[in-house]
């Protein structure tokens, strides 16, 4: 079985700190995906970025970056600079395939908050 | 137009009534799922679909049912809801890839309300 855990429930932070989310997971499968999604106040789901296991390159995009681990299972992101819209419930998620499946594991989110 | 778009966005209702949710797509995805929200928790996956003839049952599919209706549209139904189905429901699609897991790509949500 898989299982995704964000241990930060909420952060707060003042803008222009940078934050950094941890994302740790569990799977026995050799062959699998990481996901971040955002959720802004409005509800939707935001696909950020998608790393398959066999790419341990660290990533990044603007203010983002992400630093994939498999010695210690880790997934983690960093907001460089963070600003008020960025406050968000951000969930790590990570899918293995079956046959031709490709379910989704969900971590229970952390809530990041952004002030002025 | 919104990519993934779920019908309706808010739905108040009471204990035993039938309510379906719907979910249509433009992406041209084969792939289509239904997931809940509870607050503080992540998504759980209820049902999902490979196809117009495959339906899968998810993590917590007691008490919902699914039908996929064409490849554009997938819906879920509670035949009887009770409070305890009260959530945020999302519909998500995903492109067929055998060698990578495409992203899943969500509506904006359904707000369920049951009392």
């Known amino acids: 079985a898989q299982k995704v855990t964000q241990a930060q429930t909420e952060i707060s932070v003042v803008e222009k700190e940078d934050v950094t989310l941890d994302c740790v997971y569990e799977?026995?499968?050799?062959?699998?995906?990481l996901f971040w999604y955002k959720q802004p106040p409005s509800g939707e789901l935001v696909f950020l970025i998608r790393?398959?296991?066999?790419?341990?390159q660290n990533e990044i995009s603007g203010r983002y970056s992400w630093n994939f681990q498999k010695s210690t299972s880790s997934f983690n992101f960093t907001i460089t600079a963070s600003q008020v819209v960025d406050s968000a419930v951000y969930f790590c998620?990570?899918?293995?395939?079956?046959?031709?499946?490709?379910?989704?594991?969900f971590g229970t989110g952390t809530r990041l908050q952004v002030t002025l | 137009d919104a990519d993934v778009t779920q019908t309706p966005r808010n739905r108040i209702t009471k204990t035993g009534k039938r309510i379906m949710l719907e979910c249509s797509q433009t992406?041209?995805?084969?792939?289509m799922y239904w997931y809940r929200q509870d607050p503080g928790l992540g998504l759980q996956l209820i049902y999902y679909?490979?196809?117009?003839?495959?339906?899968n049952k998810g993590e917590i599919s007691d008490g919902y049912s699914v039908s996929r209706q064409a490849q554009a549209k997938f819906s879920l139904s509670l035949e009887s809801a009770i409070p305890n189905q009260t959530a945020l429901y999302f519909c998500?699609?995903?492109?067929?890839?055998?060698?990578?897991?495409?992203?899943?790509?969500f509506g904006d949500g359904t707000r369920l309300s049951i009392l």
């Open positions: 998500a699609t995903s492109d067929l890839d055998i060698d990578s897991n495409q992203p899943q790509h």
């Open positions: 799977t026995r499968d050799t062959t699998y995906y």
């Open positions: 790393r398959n296991s066999f790419d341990e």
């Open positions: 998620a990570l899918s293995v395939s079956t046959g031709t499946a490709s379910k989704l594991t």
């Open positions: 992406k041209g995805h084969d792939r």
């Open positions: 679909s490979f196809d117009v003839k495959d339906i």
